[in-house]
T-cell receptor, first 113, second 114 residues
Framework: EPEVTQTPSHQVTQMGQEVILRCVPI?????FYWYRQILGQKVEFLVS????????KSEIFDDQFSVERPDGSNFTLKIRSTKLEDSAMYFC???????????FGSGTRLTVV | AQSVTQLDSQVPVFEEAPVELRCNYS??????LFWYVQYPNQGLQLLLK??????LVKGINGFEAEFNKSQTSFHLRKPSVHISDTAEYFC????????????FGKGTMLLVSP
């Protein structure tokens, strides 16, 4: 069964450093997403991406965050200057269509120290 | 905007017993409803979804859910659970028009013991 692949599985970074979280969505999917889950809290929407541009973003997705699809397969989330409160599990997801349900990756656990 | 409430943070149950995980939602527009499962150290896996049509939806691993519009609920049920069903279960909602951003509940931890 096709999978969404996320790397790395765990990243530790110092406060103020830039991090890039990587995702390889399912190849025929058109919609891409990033969600995050702070420990003990809800899974929260960050951003959606369609047709090579951001289609929607949440209040969390401020100027520190950016997304990119640098080639035909990768989808990245960059955090420019990490803060302690950015520590969370970050999930990438993709979907074929608007109502087809997402396929989520296994997540990247980001720890900011 | 939508919201999802999962009333139980943890549900302990014995193996082979039935289980119901509760989910209520709030929305001013028509919605799609989803249940996801998260096994330890894994991603979110789609269990089932309601888009339209029959209000009783069957999913993977023997789970089913019933959409009740009047009660704005989408409870998840399984008639007989296994140890392997131990996981976190998330209810989620999205608008049925526009981009399909998901709003999640806080999750319910299902603990199945022998």
């Amino acid at each position: 069964e096709p999978e969404v692949t996320q790397t790395p599985s765990h990243q530790v970074t110092q406060m103020g450093q830039e991090v890039i979280l990587r995702c390889v969505p399912i190849s025929n999917h058109l919609y891409f997403y990033w969600y995050r889950q702070i420990l003990g809290q809800k899974v929260e929407f960050l951003v959606s991406f369609y047709n090579n541009e951001i289609s929607e973003k949440s209040e969390i997705f401020d100027d520190q965050f950016s997304v990119e699809r640098p080639d035909g397969s990768n989808f990245t989330l960059k955090i420019r200057s990490t803060k302690l409160e950015d520590s969370a599990m970050y999930f990438c997801a993709s979907s074929e269509g608007r109502d087809s349900g997402y396929t989520f990756g296994s997540g990247t656990r980001l720890t900011v120290v | 905007a939508q919201s999802v409430t999962q009333l139980d943070s943890q549900v302990p149950v014995f193996e082979e017993a039935p289980v119901e995980l509760r989910c209520n939602y709030s929305s001013s527009v028509s919605v799609y409803l989803f249940w996801y499962v998260q096994y330890p150290n894994q991603g979110l896996q789609l269990l089932l979804k309601y888009l339209s049509g029959s209000t009783l939806v069957k999913g993977i691993n023997g789970f089913e859910a019933e959409f009740n519009k009047s009660q704005t609920s989408f409870h998840l049920r399984k008639p007989s659970v296994h140890i392997s069903d131990t996981a976190e279960y998330f209810c989620a909602v999205s608008e049925s028009s526009g981009y399909s951003t998901l709003t999640f509940g806080k999750g319910t931890m299902l603990l199945v013991s022998p």
